[in-house]
Protein backbone atom coordinates (compact mmCIF):
# COMPACT_ATOMS: atom_id res chain seq x y z
CA UNK A 1 0.00 0.00 0.00
CA UNK A 2 1.34 3.43 -1.17
CA UNK A 3 0.59 5.98 1.52
CA UNK A 4 2.06 8.61 -0.43
CA UNK A 5 -1.46 11.14 -1.28
CA UNK A 6 -1.97 11.45 -5.18
CA UNK A 7 -0.46 14.58 -6.12
CA UNK A 8 -1.25 16.49 -9.96
CA UNK A 9 0.53 19.50 -11.36
CA UNK A 10 -1.54 22.15 -13.56
CA UNK A 11 0.04 25.26 -15.49
CA UNK A 12 -1.75 28.19 -16.91
CA UNK A 13 -1.05 30.62 -18.95
CA UNK A 14 -2.92 34.05 -19.41
CA UNK A 15 -2.15 37.12 -22.02
CA UNK A 16 -4.12 40.41 -22.12
CA UNK A 17 -3.41 43.59 -24.14
CA UNK A 18 -3.32 46.92 -22.87
CA UNK A 19 -6.52 48.71 -22.80
CA UNK A 20 -7.24 51.87 -24.96
CA UNK A 21 -9.38 52.76 -21.88
CA UNK A 22 -7.43 55.53 -20.09
CA UNK A 23 -9.90 54.63 -16.90
CA UNK A 24 -10.08 51.27 -17.19
CA UNK A 25 -7.28 49.80 -13.39
CA UNK A 26 -4.74 47.76 -14.25
CA UNK A 27 -4.90 44.76 -11.83
CA UNK A 28 -2.26 42.25 -11.08
CA UNK A 29 -2.80 39.59 -8.15
CA UNK A 30 -5.80 41.46 -6.66
CA UNK A 31 -3.81 44.45 -6.50
CA UNK A 32 -4.61 47.87 -8.53
CA UNK A 33 -1.21 48.95 -10.08
CA UNK A 34 -1.41 52.46 -10.18
CA UNK A 35 1.05 55.43 -11.47
CA UNK A 36 1.42 57.81 -14.54
CA UNK A 37 1.24 56.08 -17.62
CA UNK A 38 -0.02 52.97 -16.17
CA UNK A 39 -2.76 51.05 -18.56
CA UNK A 40 -5.10 48.71 -17.72
CA UNK A 41 -5.74 45.35 -19.65
CA UNK A 42 -8.09 44.61 -22.11
CA UNK A 43 -10.30 41.88 -20.80
CA UNK A 44 -14.12 40.93 -19.74
CA UNK A 45 -13.56 40.81 -16.29
CA UNK A 46 -11.02 42.85 -14.31
CA UNK A 47 -8.42 41.15 -16.28
CA UNK A 48 -6.08 40.02 -14.04
CA UNK A 49 -3.73 37.88 -16.16
CA UNK A 50 -2.30 36.52 -13.01
CA UNK A 51 -5.37 35.16 -11.18
CA UNK A 52 -6.47 33.46 -14.37
CA UNK A 53 -3.02 31.96 -14.86
CA UNK A 54 -3.62 30.63 -11.52
CA UNK A 55 -6.80 29.43 -12.12
CA UNK A 56 -6.48 27.99 -14.95
CA UNK A 57 -3.74 25.67 -13.04
CA UNK A 58 -6.05 24.65 -10.39
CA UNK A 59 -8.31 23.44 -13.19
CA UNK A 60 -5.96 21.81 -15.13
CA UNK A 61 -4.46 20.06 -12.07
CA UNK A 62 -7.96 18.89 -10.75
CA UNK A 63 -8.87 18.02 -14.75
CA UNK A 64 -11.68 20.36 -14.65
CA UNK A 65 -10.62 21.82 -18.24
CA UNK A 66 -10.00 25.49 -18.47
CA UNK A 67 -11.19 28.55 -17.41
CA UNK A 68 -13.09 29.76 -20.58
CA UNK A 69 -15.13 26.19 -19.55
CA UNK A 70 -16.60 27.81 -16.36
CA UNK A 71 -16.71 31.08 -16.81
CA UNK A 72 -16.98 32.05 -20.08
CA UNK A 73 -15.93 35.67 -21.59
CA UNK A 74 -19.28 35.42 -23.43
CA UNK A 75 -21.30 35.02 -20.24
CA UNK A 76 -22.61 38.31 -18.28
CA UNK A 77 -22.06 37.45 -15.13
CA UNK A 78 -18.32 37.87 -15.28
CA UNK A 79 -18.63 40.91 -16.86
CA UNK A 80 -15.89 42.92 -14.73
CA UNK A 81 -15.87 40.48 -12.25
CA UNK A 82 -13.17 40.52 -9.35
CA UNK A 83 -10.27 37.62 -10.43
CA UNK A 84 -9.67 36.76 -7.04
CA UNK A 85 -13.41 35.69 -6.64
CA UNK A 86 -13.05 33.62 -9.94
CA UNK A 87 -9.63 32.20 -7.83
CA UNK A 88 -11.90 31.26 -5.10
CA UNK A 89 -14.73 29.83 -7.13
CA UNK A 90 -12.18 27.45 -9.21
CA UNK A 91 -10.84 26.32 -5.91
CA UNK A 92 -13.79 25.50 -4.41
CA UNK A 93 -14.83 23.60 -7.81
CA UNK A 94 -11.66 21.72 -7.37
CA UNK A 95 -12.39 21.03 -4.09
CA UNK A 96 -16.19 19.30 -4.47
CA UNK A 97 -13.90 17.16 -6.94
CA UNK A 98 -11.41 16.12 -4.10
CA UNK A 99 -8.56 18.50 -5.04
CA UNK A 100 -6.62 20.91 -2.82
CA UNK A 101 -3.75 23.14 -3.43
CA UNK A 102 -0.58 22.79 -2.05
CA UNK A 103 1.14 25.62 -3.75
CA UNK A 104 1.54 28.09 -6.21
CA UNK A 105 4.32 29.50 -8.75
CA UNK A 106 4.04 31.86 -10.81
CA UNK A 107 5.75 34.25 -13.38
CA UNK A 108 4.30 37.88 -14.69
CA UNK A 109 5.96 38.67 -17.70
CA UNK A 110 5.23 42.74 -18.87
CA UNK A 111 8.10 45.35 -19.57
CA UNK A 112 5.96 47.89 -17.82
CA UNK A 113 5.30 48.86 -15.15
CA UNK A 114 7.92 47.79 -12.67
CA UNK A 115 6.19 44.95 -10.60
CA UNK A 116 8.76 44.32 -8.25
CA UNK A 117 7.23 46.59 -5.35
CA UNK A 118 3.97 44.47 -6.02
CA UNK A 119 4.80 41.29 -6.05
CA UNK A 120 4.93 40.66 -2.04
CA UNK A 121 1.07 42.10 -1.81
CA UNK A 122 0.12 39.61 -4.99
CA UNK A 123 1.79 36.73 -2.90
CA UNK A 124 -0.27 37.58 0.06
CA UNK A 125 -3.35 38.10 -1.43
CA UNK A 126 -3.46 35.21 -3.84
CA UNK A 127 -2.26 32.67 -1.08
CA UNK A 128 -4.92 33.81 0.39
CA UNK A 129 -7.06 32.92 -2.28
CA UNK A 130 -5.59 30.09 -3.52
CA UNK A 131 -5.57 28.74 0.06
CA UNK A 132 -2.01 27.45 0.13
CA UNK A 133 1.17 29.56 -0.71
CA UNK A 134 1.99 31.46 -3.70
CA UNK A 135 4.80 32.77 -4.68
CA UNK A 136 5.00 35.57 -7.64
CA UNK A 137 8.05 36.37 -9.83
CA UNK A 138 8.03 39.55 -12.63
CA UNK A 139 10.24 39.02 -15.50
CA UNK A 140 10.95 41.53 -18.98
CA UNK A 141 10.57 40.13 -22.59
CA UNK A 142 13.85 42.70 -22.89
CA UNK A 143 12.45 44.23 -25.88
CA UNK A 144 11.25 40.66 -28.20
CA UNK A 145 8.16 40.05 -29.53
CA UNK A 146 4.55 42.01 -28.70
CA UNK A 147 5.66 41.86 -24.75
CA UNK A 148 8.52 43.40 -25.29
CA UNK A 149 6.74 46.19 -27.01
CA UNK A 150 4.57 46.67 -24.23
CA UNK A 151 1.60 45.30 -26.19
CA UNK A 152 0.09 43.84 -23.08
CA UNK A 153 1.22 41.86 -19.99
CA UNK A 154 1.27 37.82 -19.63
CA UNK A 155 1.71 34.92 -16.63
CA UNK A 156 2.72 31.88 -16.45
CA UNK A 157 1.23 29.73 -13.31
CA UNK A 158 2.09 26.42 -11.81
CA UNK A 159 -0.19 24.73 -9.45
CA UNK A 160 0.49 21.64 -7.38
CA UNK A 161 -2.68 20.16 -5.79
CA UNK A 162 -2.98 16.64 -3.62
CA UNK A 163 -6.02 14.87 -3.58
CA UNK A 164 -8.35 14.80 -0.12
CA UNK A 165 -7.65 11.42 1.30
CA UNK A 166 -11.46 9.92 0.01
CA UNK A 167 -10.14 10.32 -3.90
CA UNK A 168 -9.13 7.34 -5.14
CA UNK A 169 -6.21 6.59 -7.05
CA UNK A 170 -8.34 4.21 -9.74
CA UNK A 171 -10.91 7.31 -10.45
CA UNK A 172 -9.30 10.43 -9.85
CA UNK A 173 -11.59 13.37 -9.70
CA UNK A 174 -14.13 11.35 -7.84
CA UNK A 175 -14.73 11.29 -4.05
CA UNK A 176 -16.05 8.75 -2.56
Not at 72 to 93: C, F, K, M, Q, Y
Not at 113 to 123: D, E, G, N, Q, S
Request: charged fraction near 20%; aromatic fraction near 2%; glycine fraction near 12%.
Amino acid sequence: MNDMPALRVGQGIDVHAFSDDPARPLVLGGVVIAGDGVQGLDGHSDADAVSHAIADAVLGAAGLGDLGRHMPDTDAEWAGADSLDILRRVVALAAEAGWCAVNADCTIVAERPRLAPYVATMAERLAVALGAPVNVKATRAEGLGALGRAEGIACTAVVLMAAAPSVTADRPGEVR
